[in-house]
C-alpha cells in the first residue's frame, strides 16, 4: 500500500469534511491547490471552494462572519506572513466573539521554505498564536496526525490555526516541525539556506 | 416624537446623568437617534445587525433589554454579556446583534454573515452600519467591492455625524462617500428605509448615508473639542 503523503491526508481530510453543507474553503488560490491540499475539491464539491480577492483583512474577517451564521469556514493562507494583513479579526475580534459563543473556524496557513522565499514567505508565527487567547494551534507532524486534527479543528467549536510547512508537504512518515521560540525573518528559508547563512 | 425615540432619549439622558458613576467608555447616541428609529422600524427578528462603539441604540432597535444593557456597562453578571464587554463591544447571539469598539471591525464580519446568507439561500438580510470615518478603512472597501460582486443580502448603513471624535471629515476625506460607494456598484439609497428594501427585495448589497449631529460628547463626559481649530 502507498501510505499518503502530508498533504494528500490534509486534502482527504478536507474532502470529507466538505461534505457537510456547512464547510466551506475559503482562499486566493485554494481552488489551484494550496501545494497539493486542496487540489481537486473544487471539482469535487462544487461552489464550495470559493475564491476571494486579493484581500486577507476581509477573507479572514468574513470567515468569522461566516461561522457566526452557523458555517464552519476553512480560511487558506497561501502564507502565513500574509495573515499579518487581517490581524485586526485574528486578535481584537476572534478572541472576544469565541470567548462568548460557539465560533468554529480554521485558518489553514503555509510557512514557505528555501529557494528564496525570504523575509516575508517564510516566518513562522505558531508561538505568536499560542501566546493569545482564544486560539487552539494545531502543528501536525505526520499525515496522519494532520488529518485527525483537521478533523477535529474544522468540527471543533472554537477558532484554530492549522499550521503547515512547505517543506513536510510531500512526507509520508512522521516528522520533526522545528518550531523557533523567537519569531526570526526568513524563519523557513534560513534552515534551507543553512550554508548561505552560515 | 415616536415611542421609541422617546424610550430611547430617555435611556440615552439616564446613562448621562450617571456618567460619572461609570466606569468603561460609554458613547451616547444623543442627536443620531433617526438611525435606531429607522432600523427598529424595518428590521426583522431574522435580520442581522452589526454595530459600532456608538450602539445603545441599534441595540434596542433589535429589540435588546435595557437592563441588560445597562447591567452590561456596569459590569454586573446580569449584562447581556455577563459584564465581560461593557458598553461597546457587546453582542447578543440570540438577537443577531453585534458591535465592535474597533472602527470598521466588524465590516468584514458583516460581509461574511451576508455571504453565509446567501449561499443557503436564506431569505433575511445583514445591516452594517458605520459611522463616516469607518469608510476610511480599507477593508469597508474590500467589503463594497465583494457585496457587489456576489450580489450579498447586505446593506451598509453609514451614520455621518461628519466627526471622528475631534477631527472634522473636511479633515479625512478627499470626497463625499456616496459617489464612491455608487462606483463599485452597490445601490446608493436616500433612507434607510430604502436600503433595507432594496436588500431584502433584490437580494443585492444598497447603501444609505444619513446625516445627523451628535449631540453630546464622544465619550462619556470628554471634552469636547470638535470647534478648535
Keep these: 500500500m502507498i501510505s499518503d503523503t502530508f498533504a494528500e491526508a490534509v486534502r482527504e481530510a478536507l474532502d470529507e469534511a466538505l461534505c457537510d453543507p456547512t464547510v466551506y474553503i475559503l482562499g486566493q488560490l485554494a481552488r489551484f491547490g494550496t501545494a497539493g491540499m486542496t487540489s481537486g475539491l473544487h471539482e469535487r464539491h462544487p461552489g464550495k471552494v470559493l475564491t476571494y480577492p486579493v484581500c486577507e483583512a476581509l477573507m479572514t474577517a468574513s470567515a468569522m462572519g461566516m461561522s457566526l451564521a452557523g458555517m464552519r469556514p476553512v ?6 506572513d500574509f495573515t499579518m494583513l487581517a490581524m485586526d479579526t485574528i486578535v481584537n475580534h476572534i478572541p472576544v466573539w469565541a470567548r462568548r459563543q460557539r465560533l468554529p473556524l480554521v485558518m489553514l496557513v503555509v510557512v514557505g521554505k528555501g529557494g528564496g522565499q525570504g523575509p516575508q514567505h517564510s516566518k513562522d508565527f505558531t508561538r505568536w498564536f499560542e501566546s493569545l487567547e482564544g486560539w487552539r494551534v494545531f502543528v501536525p507532524q505526520s499525515p496522519a496526525e494532520s488529518a485527525s486534527m483537521m ?4 468540527f471543533g467549536d472554537g477558532p484554530a490555526m492549522f499550521v503547515t510547512h512547505r517543506e513536510h508537504m510531500k512526507k509520508t512518515a512522521a516528522f520533526e516541525v522545528d518550531t523557533p521560540s523567537k519569531i526570526v525573518l526568513c524563519g523557513a528559508s534560513k534552515r534551507h539556506e543553512a550554508e548561505r547563512y552560515a | 416624537m415616536s415611542d421609541f425615540v422617546g424610550r430611547l432619549r430617555n435611556f440615552e439622558l439616564r446613562l448621562q446623568r450617571m456618567i460619572h458613576e461609570l466606569h468603561p467608555p460609554v458613547h451616547l447616541c444623543l442627536g443620531q437617534e433617526s438611525v435606531p428609529a429607522a432600523l427598529h422600524r424595518c428590521l426583522e427578528p431574522d435580520d442581522w445587525l452589526f454595530s459600532t462603539h456608538r450602539n445603545h441604540g441599534h441595540y434596542l432597535a433589535k429589540g435588546g433589554s435595557e ?3 445597562v447591567d452590561e456597562i456596569l459590569g454586573l453578571e446580569t449584562g447581556v454579556n455577563g459584564g465581560f464587554s461593557g458598553s461597546q463591544c457587546f453582542s447578543d447571539e440570540a438577537l443577531r446583534f453585534h458591535a465592535t469598539a474597533v472602527v470598521g471591525g466588524l465590516i468584514g464580519v458583516a460581509t461574511g454573515a451576508a455571504l453565509a446568507v446567501s449561499l443557503r439561500g436564506g431569505k433575511e438580510i445583514v445591516v452594517c452600519c458605520v459611522g463616516d470615518a469607518a469608510t476610511e478603512q480599507g477593508v469597508f472597501w474590500e467589503s463594497i467591492n465583494f457585496a457587489a460582486l456576489h450580489r450579498l443580502p447586505i446593506a451598509y448603513v453609514c451614520e455621518n455625524n461628519e466627526w471622528s471624535v475631534h477631527t ?6 478627499a470626497r463625499p462617500i456616496a459617489p464612491r460607494v455608487s462606483a463599485f456598484g452597490v445601490r446608493v439609497c436616500g433612507s434607510i428605509e430604502d436600503a433595507v428594501y432594496a436588500a431584502r427585495h ?4 444598497s447603501f444609505a448615508e444619513v446625516r445627523c449631529e451628535r449631540l453630546c460628547a464622544h465619550v462619556r ?5 470638535r470647534h478648535v481649530r
Design chain 1, 75 to 80: 480560511c487558506v493562507h497561501e502564507r502565513f
Design chain 1, 151 to 154: 478533523k477535529t479543528a474544522i
Design chain 2, 67 to 69: 437592563e441588560r444593557l
Design chain 2, 168 to 173: 472634522h471629515i473636511s479633515e479625512r476625506q
Design chain 2, 202 to 205: 433584490t437580494g443585492a448589497p
Design chain 2, 221 to 225: 463626559d470628554m471634552d469636547d473639542l
